[in-house]
C-alpha cells in the first residue's frame, strides 16, 4: 500500500511539473493605440478598445465592435490601417464576421503582419448587404 502512494504522489508532482512546463506563454499587453478617444462610430457600429497585443511571436489588433441596430448584420467586415511610430502607413490589417446579432459586442482580432507597425486605426466597417 506505501508503494501504491508513493507511485501516485510521483505521477501528480509529474503531472504538475509537466503542466508547468508546457503551459501558454502570459500575453504580453501594449500600450492602447491610437488617439485616446473612448470609441468612435461608423455605419452604426461602435468600436473602441483598440489595442496592439502580442502573443509569442505574433501580434494582433484587438477591439470591440458594437452592433448599434435591432438587426442581425451578415458579412461584417473591419478594416485598420498600420502605422510606424511616424504615424505613417505600413499596411492593413481586417477581421470579419459572417454575423453580428442585434445590439452584440463583437471582439474583432486582426494578425498584424507587418513588423513595422506600432500603432493602428480604424478606417472602415462595413457589411454584405
Known sequence: MLTTVIACVGAVGFGVAFALKHRAPPKEK???????????????????SV????????RYVQGTASNGLAQQRFGVKIHLE???????????????????QPNEVWQFRALVV??????AAVTGIQEDQ
Do not use: C, H, W
Open 82 to 100: 498600420l502605422l510606424d511610430t511616424n504615424e505613417l502607413r505600413v499596411g492593413s490589417a481586417s477581421d470579419y464576421r459572417p454575423m453580428v
Open 30 to 48: 501594449l500600450p492602447a493605440i491610437g488617439p485616446a478617444v473612448p470609441s468612435i462610430s461608423t455605419n452604426q457600429f461602435t468600436i473602441s
Open 51 to 58: 489595442r496592439l497585443e502580442k502573443e509569442g511571436a505574433l
Open 114 to 119: 507587418e513588423p513595422a507597425a506600432a500603432s
